[in-house]
């Protein structure tokens, strides 16, 4: 976690060198490739990480986290141990395409009786999440999760399971990621 | 275009809320008189179904959501928003909140599981299990919830389904709806108000 923070640290400074150049408008180049240099040594930082716990009677779970890559990369694929859940994949919550042969409600409801709570949502695995250099990228309830199928056990509040992430530029990396009821 | 809904979202809760200073309620409430009491569904309880009107006891709020046991990530956020938002208000409001949750997805939530599920999220609680799809759909329309269940040609079920939780008095009313990722303390908020209201 030190190491994290130290990260942290690190690119937000890279981001703010980044957005004062930009805010300066006639900022020279030399000035954005010495924090592009730099930036690139660092590495992909991980934070806020959390699984939630799981209801009993299902083998679903999920993981959330904030992801910040000093370079442009992208998250591509999420894998945990066999005793931990049979397959571990990249969602994202989407509206859903209600098309008239899956439309639940038939006759149902103009645009203007429906009201925006009441749109159905679904989800779907995504092949990657793209990490723009320095933009801090949320998993969150609602938006992209990593999603535990076949859980072994139920995710019991805490515990920790760890996670292998694997980035198109960075490679793998593990986090250790505790086991709550809400997001921390 | 994610950011944009989100932006929308966030922009719709922010108004529905901006309206709701005068009553209080941080939820949306809805624009016309939203009577769900004559809807009668099926029960699961002591593995036999009986029927359920959704109404609240007497000086009590029912929440109800439509959501199905294997979502990982909308259903749970919302069910344990819900406990949170129990606990916020003290052991003599929660007593006055009652859960019922219908499965939209009746093929895979057996009366079983159901039950198991929602004793996660409440000491009290009604799993209801459509027996046909007319059922649930008769249920649906009463709350304007949409839901569907796709059996795709690679073996996998997807679900899709309204977020909202919606609260109903003992008149059988919604008064509220929480739309998705409305927080614990919003949740809390609206159930004193609405509580308080009734006592």
């Known amino acids: ?27 020279n180049e030399s000035t954005d490739t010495t924090v592009a240099a730099s930036a690139a040594t660092e590495e992909v930082v991980i934070e806020g990480q959390w699984a939630r716990t799981s209801p009993a009677a299902t083998d679903m779970g999920a993981a959330y ?3 910040t890559s000093p370079v442009d990369d992208a998250l591509v694929a999420a894998a945990v141990s066999m005793d931990i859940a049979m397959e571990a994949q990249i969602h994202e919550v989407v509206p859903a395409e209600m098309t008239d042969t899956t439309m639940a409600m038939g006759d149902m409801a103009t645009d203007t009786t429906m009201a925006m709570g009441d749109m159905a949502m679904t989800m779907r695995e995504v092949d ?24 072994k056990a139920p995710l019991e509040v805490g515990t920790e399971i760890k996670i292998t992430l694997t980035f198109k530029n960075a490679g793998d990396i593990e986090v250790t990621v505790p086991v709550l009821e809400e997001a921390p | 275009m994610r950011r944009l809904t989100i932006a929308i979202v966030a922009l719709t809760t922010l108004l529905s809320s901006c309206g709701a200073d005068e009553s209080g309620l941080i939820g949306y409430v809805p624009s016309f ?15 036999t179904t009986r029927p359920f009107a959704f109404k609240a ?4 709020v029912l929440v109800v959501y439509f959501g199905y046991t294997n979502c ?10 819900v406990k949170s938002a129990k606990k916020k208000i003290g052991d003599d409001l929660a007593a006055r909140v009652d859960l019922a949750m219908v499965t939209v997805d009746p093929e ?9 599920y929602l004793a996660s999220f409440s000491d009290r609680f009604h799993a209801i299990v459509p027996a046909t799809a007319s059922e649930l759909r008769t249920a649906e329309n009463a709350f304007q919830v949409t839901s569907s269940v796709t059996k795709k040609s690679d073996g996998t079920v997807e679900v899709a389904h309204s977020a909202t939780a ?33 006592a």
């Open chain 1, 1 to 27: 976690m030190t190491t994290y923070k130290k990260i942290t640290a690190l690119v937000g400074a890279a981001v703010l060198a980044v957005t004062l150049a930009a805010c300066g408008g006639d900022s």
């Open chain 1, 65 to 67: 986290m904030t992801i």
């Open chain 1, 128 to 151: 990657e999440i793209a990490l723009p250099a320095g933009a801090a990228v949320e998993l969150k309830p609602g938006g992209y999760h990593v999603m535990l199928m076949g859980l």
């Open chain 2, 33 to 47: 008189d939203k009577d769900v009491s004559n809807v009668v569904v099926g029960e699961i309880s002591d593995s």
């Open chain 2, 57 to 60: 006891a007497t000086n009590e």
């Open chain 2, 72 to 81: 990982p990530d909308l259903c749970p956020t919302t069910l344990y928003a």
């Open chain 2, 108 to 116: 895979r939530d057996t009366s079983e599981k159901l039950p198991k």
């Open chain 2, 166 to 198: 919606y609260v109903v008095d003992d008149t059988g009313r919604v008064v509220v709806e929480w739309p998705f990722g409305l927080d614990a303390d919003a949740m809390a908020n609206d159930l004193r108000f609405v509580l308080s209201d009734e």
